[in-house]
C-alpha cells in the first residue's frame, strides 16, 4: 500500500520551528553616521538607534517616529528624546517633517562621512590635558543652547528647535 505523506511546506513550516525573536538592528548601518550620532549632546545616540531600528522595520529610510515611545523604551522623557532629534538634525543626519498633531516623520540621510583627516583619533577633546593645551567648551550658561536668554525664555527657545514647531 502505498501512502502518501503530507509535510508542511512554507509558512506551516516555519511555524513549526518559530522561535521568539529578539530585537535587532538591521544593517548594515554606516560607522560614521553612528559615530557622528554618538558624538552629539544628550539623548541623541538613543534616539538615533530607535531611528535605524524603525527603519530596519519597516523596510524604510523614511519612517514616522512617537518620541513618546522612544522615551519610555530607553528610560527619559519626551522633552529629552525631542532634544536628541533636534540635535540629529541640526547635524543633518536626518531630515524631520512636522505636522501640528502628527507624529514627525524622520528621513535617515547619508550624513556622518568622516574627513581624510578625521580618521584617527578622537572625535574631539573630552577634557584639556597637559599635552592639549587648549581650551574645551564646558556645560555652564555660556554655551549655546544652554542656561537663561538676556532677552527672556531659554535659548533653545530663541532656536526654535521643539519639536511642536517647524526646524
Not at 522561535?19 to 545616540?45: D, S
Not at 538615533?48 to 523614511?62: D, M, P, T
Not at 514616522?64 to 541640526?90: H, I, K, M, Y
Request: hydrophobic content about 45%.
Amino acid at each position: 500500500m502505498n501512502a502518501v505523506i503530507k509535510l508542511p511546506v512554507g509558512p506551516a513550516m516555519s511555524r513549526a520551528r518559530a522561535r521568539p525573536v529578539e530585537a535587532f538592528l538591521a544593517g548594515p548601518v554606516p560607522w560614521a553616521w553612528l559615530a557622528a550620532a554618538g558624538a552629539l549632546p544628550g539623548k541623541a545616540l538613543h534616539v538615533a538607534l530607535a531611528i535605524r531600528y524603525r527603519a530596519g522595520r519597516a523596510r524604510s529610510k523614511r519612517i514616522a517616529l512617537s518620541l513618546t515611545n522612544v522615551a519610555s523604551t530607553f528610560g527619559f522623557d519626551r522633552a529629552q528624546a525631542c532634544r536628541g532629534l533636534a540635535a540629529l538634525a541640526e547635524a543633518q543626519l536626518v531630515a524631520v517633517e512636522h505636522g501640528a498633531g502628527r507624529k514627525p516623520v524622520v528621513t535617515i540621510l547619508p550624513g556622518g562621512e568622516p574627513a581624510d583627516d578625521a580618521l584617527e583619533g578622537p572625535v574631539r577633546p573630552v577634557r584639556p590635558n597637559a599635552v592639549h593645551n587648549e581650551e574645551v567648551p564646558r556645560r555652564g550658561a555660556n554655551r549655546p543652547g544652554r542656561g537663561p536668554n538676556l532677552q527672556g525664555g531659554t535659548n533653545m527657545e530663541s532656536r526654535n528647535t521643539s519639536c511642536a514647531r517647524g526646524m
